[in-house]
C-alpha cells in the first residue's frame, strides 16, 4: 500500500524540530504559521537537509533511518519536489526544463514522458519558450510537469502557489488535486492559508514550534480557534 511514514528530529540554532505523522496515498497539507518547521519538514524527507535522527518510508521503501545507518541520496528517493520559487531555469526552454526532471531515465522514455506531462497541463505551443516568456501560471504548470516526469512515489509542494493572485490559486489548486487523484500517491503541500487547507486536503498536519500538535480532517483541524495554531 502507498503511504509516507515520517519521524523527524533536526537541532538548528534557536530552533528544534520533532514530528511524527503518516499518511496514505492522499493530499496532506502541512498547516501553520511562518517558523514551524513546515519547510524544513518537507527538505527532510526529500532528503535536502539531514536530521539528527528519524525515519521516513515511502510504502515500503525506507529512505532514511538513523538507527540503521539508512540515509538514500536525494536522486534515489523517487521524491516530486516543487519548491516555492519553482526553481526553473531562465536559460532553458518549458520542454528543457521538464526534461531536466528525468535524470536517470533513459532519453527515449524520457522525451515521451515529457511530451506526454505538456500535453497534460496544456503546455502545447509553449515547449520552445523560455520561462520570462510565459504566464506565473504556465511556470507553476512546468514546475509540477517537471517534478512528475520520474512518476515519483512522493510528491512534495512548498507554497507552491503563493505568488499567484485568488483565481489562479484556485485553479492551481484544482489541478493538483486532479493530478493527485490520477496519481495516487502520498502529496505534502506546505501552506499557511487556511482556506487553501480547507479546500484542498485530505488531511491536516497542523505544525506550530517545530512539532505537530493534530491531525485530521481539515474541518476538524481548522474549526480551532486561530490561536491554537500559534
Not at 492522499?26 to 539531514?50: C, D, H, N, Y
Request: proline residues 6%; contains cysteine; charged residues 20%.
Amino acid at each position: 500500500m502507498s503511504g509516507l511514514s515520517v519521524a523527524l528530529c533536526a537541532h538548528l540554532p534557536g530552533f528544534d524540530l520533532d514530528v511524527s505523522w503518516e499518511i496514505g496515498a492522499e493530499l496532506a497539507v502541512l498547516f501553520g504559521p511562518s517558523g514551524s518547521g513546515k519547510s524544513l519538514t518537507l527538505q527532510l524527507i526529500a532528503g535536502l537537509a539531514r536530521p539528527d535522527a528519524g525515519r521516513v518510508a515511502a510504502g515500503d521503501h525506507l529512505l532514511l533511518d538513523t538507527t540503521r545507518a539508512v540515509c538514500l541520496p536525494p536522486q534515489r528517493r523517487s521524491i516530486g519536489y516543487v519548491f516555492q520559487g519553482l526553481a526553473l531555469f531562465p536559460h532553458m526552454t518549458v520542454f528543457d526544463n521538464v526534461l531536466y526532471g528525468g535524470h536517470g531515465v533513459e532519453r527515449g522514455a524520457r522525451v515521451a514522458r515529457a511530451e506526454q506531462l505538456i500535453d497534460r497541463f496544456g503546455l502545447a505551443g509553449l515547449q520552445g519558450r523560455l520561462p520570462g516568456e510565459i504566464s506565473g501560471g504556465q511556470k507553476q504548470r512546468v514546475a509540477f510537469a517537471r517534478a512528475l516526469l520520474r512518476r515519483p512515489s512522493v510528491l512534495l509542494l512548498d507554497e507552491p502557489f503563493s505568488a499567484l493572485d485568488a483565481p489562479l490559486r484556485r485553479d492551481m489548486g484544482e489541478l493538483l488535486r486532479d493530478v493527485q487523484r490520477e496519481l495516487k500517491i502520498p502529496t505534502v503541500l506546505v501552506t499557511h492559508d487556511a482556506a487553501e487547507a480547507t479546500a484542498l486536503a485530505d488531511t491536516v498536519v497542523l505544525c506550530a514550534g517545530g512539532q505537530v500538535i493534530r491531525q485530521g480532517a481539515p474541518r476538524e483541524i481548522l474549526a480551532f480557534p486561530a490561536g491554537t495554531v500559534e
